[in-house]
């Protein structure tokens, strides 16, 4: 069964930094872009961050940039989002996803770039990250 499978989330302190692994499992992701999105108790959706197939064009939502870092491994199948400087308000459900197309579905408004969760065909079932001291 295709699927995506998130791991590496945890309790951190502020100011810590985690490492987020999203394996596919059943398809390839050579060609298919990858995001990830959080989302936290009482709060929509969001998109955090995504990595195009091919040049690995990377897009980041303005509140992590600096601190989080996407990347992917088409030979392991598998796509990281490394966060550092954890805040508590990072504090979420994190989900990563895969589009069909190679590059990110993403729109341009405001200076910042903002992910089309809509085009996202394939979902994992997150990982908690919590950050408290």
């Known amino acids: 069964q295709a699927q995506l499978v998130e791991s590496g989330g945890g309790l951190v302190q502020p100011g810590g930094s985690l490492r987020l692994s999203c394996a596919a499992v059943?398809?390839?992701?050579?060609?298919?872009?990858v995001g990830w999105f959080r989302q936290a108790p009482g709060k929509e959706r969001e998109g955090v961050s995504c990595?195009?197939?091919?040049?690995?064009?990377?897009y980041y939502t303005d509140s992590v940039k600096g601190r989080f870092t996407i990347s992917r491994d088409n030979d392991n199948k598998r796509a990281y989002l490394q966060i550092d400087s954890l805040k508590p308000e990072d504090t979420a459900v994190y989900y990563c996803?895969?589009?069909?197309?190679?590059?990110?579905?993403?729109?341009?408004?405001?200076?910042?770039?903002?992910?089309?969760?809509?085009?996202?065909?394939?979902w994992g079932r997150g990982t908690q990250v919590t950050v408290s001291s």
């Open positions: 990595i195009s197939a091919g040049d690995g064009t990377t």
């Open positions: 996803a895969a589009d069909f197309r190679a590059r990110c579905p993403v729109y341009y408004s405001g200076g910042s770039y903002y992910l089309i969760s809509e085009n996202f065909a394939s």
């Open positions: 059943g398809f390839t992701l050579d060609y298919r872009s």
